[in-house]
């Protein structure tokens, strides 16, 4: 009975110690095994044998109640200061977790920290870091005007270069950065240019330096770190440097559009205005007319060379300025000096109005019937230029010029143009000047009296001029004749011995 009671107690110790640890369980089995032979007869003599036991009715001691109580309260200890095996498995799961994964860091103060690494790892050099800084680029006039065919840049013209230039508020910019672009060979660049940096709105955020070898360098202050909008236009005064004779020129600029196009800027050149002209007088002299800039431009060191054709020799001069309010030239003296050896006319002074140049020359070669000349111009605004002219006696209407003198016959040679618009119209060509025959030193030999009309058919006799003597000096040496002609004759004549011959 005992051995079943006993077996009873362990089974309702066991039941309780579902709910309790492994080390509790143990504890109480001792505790209750220890004690199974001091309850035996309390349970013999009090409860009959079933198979059920009522815990209700299970009497119990103060010695054994204080030892349960007391083997509880140190299982409650124990519990306390020792850990169950799931929590020390808990336990060790958690220190084996910490050490793998380490705690994960603050995302701002992180954020903060690699930008910050990253800024102080970017080049100051914003080329190196494939920056483009300038996104437009155009040439204009001092007056902020284009170039046009209207208004060409003269060849060492000085103009205006405009550089539109914009930042990224993504870009990340401190003090001390900077960017560099090399200006195109045809901008001359005679002095250093520094200036400040502006963005739209005037506000300063760095400076920029253009070198003599055009380099052109944009550096940053601290202002740029954290403003926005960071855009202006950087605008240079500068020469333009054209060096072959061309109508325009073409400019690669290195800078790219929105589209990834590079900005090609296209120039017209100036060319300066030159008109040469000539025209026969009525002695037979041939005359030159130089005109040039009548677009009135700013001309400097200007310098023309006129050297006479074969058989023409340079006599006389005038220079003229156009008066624009008055309409009209004004003879100028000094306008410029002439050198008789290089056969140029060399401006003493800017020229910025039409200029016109009159020169007078001297047939040396009788023979010759027509006349070729050319003048060049040259300045330092501008590239060399010429104009050129031809005269013949021919296109000429009217006129009389000296044919040459035969020393072996002692005879001089004249020819007279003349176009005659009426019926029984008159020319008279004399031997001797005013009214006095007697001083005539040379007369006429009928026999060498040749006519014909501009094209140098013979004029047919039906129509032959009608000859008259209209005073004879008692030594027979003065005449004058008095001819009918057709419209555009030309009468080819004698004299002996030589000396002027007037009509």
């Given at each position: 009975?005992?051995?079943?009671?006993?077996?009873?107690?362990?089974?309702?110790?066991?039941?309780?110690?579902?709910?309790?640890?492994?080390?509790?369980?143990?504890?109480?089995?001792?505790?209750?095994?220890?004690?199974?032979?001091?309850?035996?007869?309390?349970?013999?003599?009090?409860?009959?044998?079933?198979?059920?036991?009522?815990?209700?009715?299970?009497?119990?001691?103060?010695?054994?109640?204080?030892?349960?109580?007391?083997?509880?309260?140190?299982?409650?200890?124990?519990?306390a200061t020792v850990p169950s095996e799931s929590q020390a498995t808990q336990a060790s799961s958690t220190l084996n977790q910490n050490s793998i994964q380490p705690r994960a860091p603050d995302t701002e103060t992180e954020t903060e920290t690699e930008a910050s690494t990253t800024a102080e790892n970017l080049s100051a050099n914003l080329n190196e870091r494939g920056v483009q800084l300038f996104d437009n680029v155009?040439?204009?006039?001092?007056?902020?005007?284009?170039?046009?065919?209207?208004?060409?840049?003269?060849?060492?013209?000085?103009?205006?270069?405009?550089?539109?230039?914009?930042?990224?508020?993504?870009?990340?910019?401190?003090?001390?950065d900077y960017y560099t672009y090399q200006l195109p060979n045809y901008f001359a660049i005679h002095n250093t240019v520094s200036g400040e940096l502006t963005r739209s709105g005037g506000q300063s955020i760095g400076s920029f330096t253009l070198a003599l070898d055009g380099t052109l360098t944009v550096t940053f202050n601290e202002a740029a770190q954290t403003l926005s909008n960071r855009s202006g236009t950087i605008?240079?005064?500068?020469?333009?440097?054209?060096?072959?004779?061309?109508?325009?020129?073409?400019?690669?600029?290195?800078?790219?559009?929105?589209?990834?196009?590079?900005?090609?800027?296209?120039?017209?050149?100036?060319?300066?205005?030159?008109?040469?002209?000539?025209?026969?007088?009525?002695?037979?002299?041939?005359?030159?007319?130089?005109?040039?800039?009548?677009?009135?431009?700013?001309?400097?060191?200007?310098?023309?060379?006129?050297?006479?054709?074969?058989?023409?020799?340079?006599?006389?001069?005038?220079?003229?300025?156009?008066?624009?309010?008055?309409?009209?030239?004004?003879?100028?003296?000094?306008?410029?000096?002439?050198?008789?050896?290089?056969?140029?006319?060399?401006?003493?002074?800017?020229?910025?109005?039409?200029?016109?140049?009159?020169?007078?020359?001297?047939?040396?070669?009788?023979?010759?019937?027509?006349?070729?000349?050319?003048?060049?111009?040259?300045?330092?605004?501008?590239?060399?230029?010429?104009?050129?002219?031809?005269?013949?006696?021919?296109?000429?209407?009217?006129?009389?010029?000296?044919?040459?003198?035969?020393?072996?016959?002692?005879?001089?040679?004249?020819?007279?143009?003349?176009?005659?618009?009426?019926?029984?119209?008159?020319?008279?060509?004399?031997?001797?000047?005013?009214?006095?025959?007697?001083?005539?030193?040379?007369?006429?030999?009928?026999?060498?009296?040749?006519?014909?009309?501009?094209?140098?058919?013979?004029?047919?006799?039906?129509?032959?001029?009608?000859?008259?003597?209209?005073?004879?000096?008692?030594?027979?040496?003065?005449?004058?004749?008095?001819?009918?002609?057709?419209?555009?004759?030309?009468?080819?004549?004698?004299?002996?011995?030589?000396?002027?011959?007037?009509?």
């Open positions: 009975m005992k051995k079943q009671f006993s077996i009873y107690i362990c089974l309702l110790v066991l039941l309780g110690s579902i709910f309790c640890e492994p080390t509790i369980i143990l504890a109480e089995a001792i505790n209750a095994t220890e004690s199974t032979e001091r309850t035996t007869d309390t349970l013999e003599s009090s409860e009959p044998v079933t198979g059920t036991i009522d815990t209700e009715k299970v009497p119990t001691d103060s010695s054994t109640a204080g030892v349960v109580q007391s083997a509880t309260s140190q299982a409650e200890e124990e519990q155009r040439i204009t006039d001092l007056n902020d005007q284009p170039f046009t065919a209207e208004n060409p840049p003269m060849y060492n013209d000085n103009i205006k270069i405009h550089f539109d230039w914009s930042l990224a508020d993504t870009e990340e910019i401190r003090a001390g605008d240079l005064i500068t020469e333009l440097s054209v060096s072959t004779v061309t109508e325009e020129v073409t400019i690669p600029t290195g800078i790219y559009d929105e589209d990834g196009h590079e900005i090609i800027i296209t120039l017209p050149i100036y060319e300066v205005d030159i008109i040469k002209t000539g025209n026969v007088t009525s002695s037979g002299a041939v005359v030159w007319e130089i005109i040039f800039n009548q677009a009135s431009r700013e001309l400097h060191d200007v310098v023309i060379t006129d050297k006479m054709p074969q058989g023409l020799a340079y006599s006389t001069s005038t220079g003229y300025l156009y008066d624009e309010s008055t309409d009209e030239w004004i003879r100028t003296d000094g306008l410029y000096t002439f050198n008789s050896v290089n056969n140029t006319f060399t401006f003493n002074q800017t020229v910025n109005q039409p200029v016109r140049i009159v020169i007078n020359s001297a047939v040396t070669d009788p023979t010759a019937s027509s006349f070729k000349n050319t003048a060049t111009i040259n300045g330092s605004d501008f590239t060399e230029k010429t104009a050129e002219a031809t005269v013949t006696y021919d296109e000429q209407s009217e006129y009389k010029r000296f044919k040459g003198y035969d020393p072996e016959t002692k005879r001089a040679s004249w020819e007279i143009s003349v176009t005659l618009d009426k019926d029984q119209a008159r020319v008279l060509d004399q031997t001797y000047s005013g009214t006095d025959p007697e001083k005539a030193l040379h007369f006429f030999v009928p026999e060498t009296l040749v006519i014909t009309d501009k094209d140098g058919n013979p004029i047919p006799s039906e129509i032959g001029p009608l000859m008259g003597h209209t005073s004879w000096t008692k030594r027979g040496k003065s005449y004058a004749l008095a001819s009918r002609l057709p419209k555009l004759a030309t009468t080819r004549s004698n004299t002996t011995p030589s000396c002027m011959n007037r009509f």
